[in-house]
């Protein structure tokens, strides 16, 4: 599980990467 945080409120990234 890998969580990172972008300059930019990207949730669909977000969400694929804290999945």
Known sequence: MKV???PRP???R???EDD
Do not use: V
């Open 4 to 6: 990172y945080y972008t």
């Open 10 to 12: 990207n949730r669909e």
């Open 14 to 16: 977000r969400k694929k």
